[in-house]
Every structure is written in C-alpha cells, then in structure tokens.
C-alpha cells in the first residue's frame, strides 16, 4: 500500500491524531476541571460558582423569592388539630354511648392498625358480595386482633367509623347495637 510510510511515521501519526482528538474532548467536555487544575498549579484560586451538571451558572438569587415569617402563627405539636372543629365545651362534657369522654383520651397506637384493616373488610365486602354473616365474623377476627381497643374510646370510634362511612359502603344494613355486640368476646357473650 503506503510503501514510502515507515512503520515509526504511521506509529506516530496514530498517536499524534488521539492526541489531538482526546484534546478536543477534554476541552469540550471537562473545560471547567481543566481550568479548576491550571488554576491551582497556578496557585490561585478561583471563586466558587454554582454549575449545574453543564457549564451553565446557576443563579445566585433565589427564584421562588425569600421566606417571610411575619403573620404567621406558630402552633406547638400537641395543639395540632387534625379533624372536625368541635367547641370546648361539648368535648368535654358530652360522653361517648359507653361512657367515657372521647377527647381526652388518645386511640392507642393499634386504632391506625385496626382501622385499616376494618377499610380493608369494607372494601371487600363490597366488592364481593360476601352475607352479613362473613362479615361478622371477619370483622370479630379484627376484633380478637386487638383486644385491648375494646372498651376503649377507640371502640367507639371504630364504631362511629362503621356506622358513618363504613355502612353506606357495606351491601347490608348496620347498626350500633350489632356493632356493641360484635365487640364482645365470646365469655361476655355468655354473660349477657
């Protein structure tokens, strides 16, 4: 072929072309590390400025625009209110149907647990058709789960949970009374 090209030429030819070409990319690509290495052998440093992934300088402003905390009123975690708003006076002084006074007293941490599961029996229900009476005895399983939620205030609001959305989702009608009753253990059963 290239008979007047020594072995020695083409080697050098070879390095002399991936040279430039690795040059090139390094420049376009890697401008900013480059330029951050010759400064420090230089010895100077340069100002930090925000890059994003490219060369594109972010903005040193803020674009949504500052914080401002006037007119707002900071509240303490334990005075957070997630739920219907009900005046002081009727809290405190009306008792739930078993009772005890439902707003002094915390759910213990098993409602959330039960709770999701009695949404869960609902939907099911719905879905499938299932009788009234798998639906009692799904839902004395739940029960049995969490024991110490009856006679508690969260029994009770379980049961207003039931009687205010879960029933209208049920294909059956639902009572409180039914509901008092599916929370006895069998040994109160035998009692009453």
């Excluded at 905390?69 to 219907?84: A, H, I, K, R, S």
């Excluded at 708003?85 to 002084?93: N, R, Y």
């Excluded at 709770?115 to 099911?124: F, G, H, P, Q, Y």
């Excluded at 798998?134 to 029994?155: Q, T, W």
Aim: cysteine-free; aromatic content about 10%; proline content about 7%.
């Amino acid at each position: 072929m290239f008979h007047q090209i020594s072995w020695a030429a083409y080697g050098a030819g070879v390095l002399l072309t991936a040279a430039i070409y690795y040059a090139v990319i390094g420049l376009i690509f890697y401008k900013t590390g480059f330029r951050n290495l010759f400064d420090r052998l230089r010895g100077r440093t340069r100002s930090n400025i925000n890059l994003s992934a490219g060369d594109l300088p972010l903005p040193d402003h803020s674009i949504v625009g500052p914080t401002r905390t006037e007119d707002v009123d900071y509240v303490p975690q334990n005075e957070l209110v997630f739920g219907p708003a009900e005046s002081a006076d009727e809290a405190s002084s009306s008792p739930s149907p078993s009772g005890t006074a439902t707003t002094d007293i915390d759910p213990p941490e098993d409602y959330s647990g039960m709770i999701a599961e009695v949404k869960t029996l609902v939907r099911v229900v719905n879905e499938s058709g299932e009788p009234k009476e798998n639906f009692e005895l799904l839902f004395r399983l739940i029960v049995g789960k969490y024991p110490e939620l009856a006679g508690s205030a969260a029994e009770q609001q379980v049961n207003d949970y039931m009687l205010n959305e879960g029933a209208a989702e049920l294909p059956f009608p639902l009572n409180e009374q039914e509901l008092k009753t599916l929370w006895l253990n069998e040994d109160k059963l035998q009692t009453t």
